[in-house]
């Protein structure tokens, strides 16, 4: 009995275009790439190596598309290789390296400059510039999980049953972390809770 192969157009047109929608890395890339090297960037404190592991999600994502299921959205599943690439890259003995290493730090200036924001005056820019610094030298005393929870709440503005799955952390593990998460950039930052 022969096998019937059904035509990509066909699957999109039956309401599964998320299958298609991942054919196209390039379309894929422009969609999502922002958003996960912003997640990447405040992960890893490097913007060269935040550079390399967007560009490795993407190229992961493109080539391990077939395994794709479906049981969650695109965004969640390219955070949730992301997260694995930004954990695998901090257990390495190069990451320890490149972290001390002062000069090529993600200058919270340039990644302000991704931030969505509205239109505001030269002062209330500078006002959160200043801000969004403080957060950033605080996520870096967190733990990577206290961190990667943070920036996928409060960046990616992600939900928590999304971050769970992103993560592969139960519901309130992820709560867990970005209670202490929350509680230390607060006591950083001098807000009481």
């Known amino acids: 009995m022969a096998q019937m192969t059904i035509p990509v157009e066909l699957i999109a047109l039956s309401g599964d275009h998320r299958i298609s929608e991942l054919e196209d890395i390039d379309a894929l890339m ?11 960037a405040f992960s890893v404190s490097d913007r060269d190596a935040a550079d390399s592991i967007t560009q490795d999600c993407f190229l992961k994502a493109h080539l391990t598309r077939n395994q794709f299921r479906g ?9 949730r290789i992301a997260f694995n690439l930004v954990r695998d890259h901090t ?3 190069k990451f320890r390296f490149w972290k001390k290493a002062a000069a090529t730090a993600v200058d919270a200036h340039e990644v302000s400059q991704h931030l969505p924001s509205g239109a505001s005056s030269a002062e209330e820019r500078l006002i959160a510039r200043e801000r969004a610094e403080m957060v950033q030298r605080s ?22 049953p999304d971050i769970a799955a992103a993560t592969g952390m139960s519901l309130p593990t992820v709560k ?9 950039v607060r006591a950083r930052l001098g807000v009481t809770l």
């Open 139 to 160: 996520l870096q005393e967190l733990s990577d999980k206290q961190r990667s929870v943070f920036v996928m709440r409060f960046v990616e503005e992600m939900d928590l």
């Open 176 to 184: 867990t972390h970005l209670y202490r998460a929350v509680a230390a």
């Open 30 to 40: 422009r969609l999502y790439k922002p958003k996960v090297f912003r997640f990447v």
């Open 71 to 79: 049981d969650c959205s695109i965004s969640t599943w390219l955070m």
């Open 91 to 93: 257990k390495s003995q």
